[in-house]
């Protein structure tokens, strides 16, 4: 049924959507006259690869820094970017990911090898299912940019304050995962872009729906600052992105 629902809803919205996705690819196309897609590598089911489709929101060949995080003050985003990155347009692609069966509507967001290789025994469980569009994690962490704005090694902040939670509502969803959670899901990603303090409460009552751990939902209101702590699996918090998951 989940797949049903993904094939229905890509081609739906690649039709319906595709007079805004060609205006949106020639703004970024004009900036540069550089290709207005970048098709990022990524891990999908049964950690196999596959490269996820964006709209391009960086210079060309930004990714040859080697820096997977992104910071919203990251040189490296044009204005056009940004704008994208702020709304979550430049996602907007992904339906054919979705279409192909690479990814699905709603499940944990893929990740670049480099981060997949430090996952512990626990978070490759990430990888049980198709990677999706949007999760929870992603309406909790929608501001990933501003948490990253000021470290001076935004990957090492991300495993430091992000993975732990990240992972930890990915790793609820796999257990959690219905139809009727995924219904909820695009639902508050939607409102989240009109009104985040609202879409966060509403990830908060899902969560105590489904008899989340009191923690879980605690931090997904995100009325607490970030600490750094260990992902799930592991006891010691991320130092190194050449460590061995502990």
């Given at each position: 049924?989940?797949?049903?629902?993904?094939?229905?809803?890509?081609?739906?919205?690649?039709?319906?959507?595709?007079?805004?996705?060609?205006l949106i690819s020639l703004a970024i196309?004009?900036?540069?006259?550089?290709?207005?897609?970048?098709?990022?590598?990524?891990?999908?089911?049964?950690?196999?690869?596959?490269?996820?489709?964006?709209?391009?929101?960086?210079?060309?060949?930004?990714?040859?820094?080697?820096?997977?995080?992104?910071?919203?003050?990251?040189?490296?985003?044009?204005?056009?970017?940004?704008?994208?990155?702020?709304?979550?347009?430049?996602?907007?692609?992904?339906?054919?990911?979705?279409?192909?069966?690479?990814?699905?509507?709603?499940?944990?967001?893929?990740?670049?090898?480099?981060?997949?290789?430090?996952?512990?025994?626990?978070?490759?469980?990430?990888?049980?299912?198709?990677?999706?569009?949007?999760?929870?994690?992603?309406?909790?962490f929608a501001d990933e940019g501003d948490?990253?704005?000021d470290k001076g090694d935004p990957d090492?902040?991300?495993?430091?304050?992000?993975?732990?939670?990240?992972?930890?509502?990915?790793?609820?969803?796999?257990?959690?995962?219905?139809?009727?959670?995924?219904?909820?899901?695009?639902?508050?990603?939607?409102?989240?872009?009109?009104?985040?303090?609202?879409?966060?409460?509403?990830?908060?009552?899902?969560?105590?729906?489904?008899?989340?751990?009191?923690?879980?939902?605690?931090?997904?209101?995100?009325?607490?600052?970030?600490?750094?702590?260990?992902?799930?699996?592991?006891?010691?918090?991320?130092?190194?992105?050449?460590?061995?998951?502990?």
């Open positions: 049924m989940k797949r049903v629902v993904d094939l229905v809803t890509s081609i739906c919205g690649l039709v319906v959507l595709s007079p805004l996705l060609a196309w004009a900036q540069d006259r550089k290709n207005p897609f970048y098709t990022a590598p990524r891990m999908g089911k049964g950690n196999s690869g596959f490269r996820m489709i964006k709209f391009r929101s960086m210079v060309h060949n930004a990714d040859k820094t080697g820096v997977d995080s992104t910071g919203n003050n990251d040189a490296r985003i044009t204005g056009l970017g940004s704008f994208l990155r702020r709304f979550k347009i430049d996602e907007l692609p992904q339906l054919i990911n979705v279409l192909r069966g690479e990814m699905s509507l709603v499940g944990p967001r893929p990740n670049v090898e480099r981060e997949v290789r430090l996952y512990s025994s626990e978070e490759m469980h990430l990888l049980d299912v198709r990677p999706g569009i949007t999760d929870i994690a992603s309406i909790v948490i990253l704005e090492i902040a991300y495993n430091q304050l992000i993975r732990p939670g990240k992972s930890s509502l990915g790793l609820f969803y796999v257990r959690n995962q219905s139809i009727f959670v995924d219904m909820k899901i695009l639902a508050l990603t939607v409102r989240n872009s009109l009104d985040r303090q609202k879409a966060l409460s509403g990830v908060a009552v899902l969560l105590k729906s489904l008899n989340a751990p009191i923690d879980l939902v605690t931090m997904s209101t995100r009325e607490q600052p970030l600490v750094p702590s260990p992902p799930p699996g592991m006891t010691e918090i991320v130092t190194s992105r050449d460590e061995p998951p502990q």
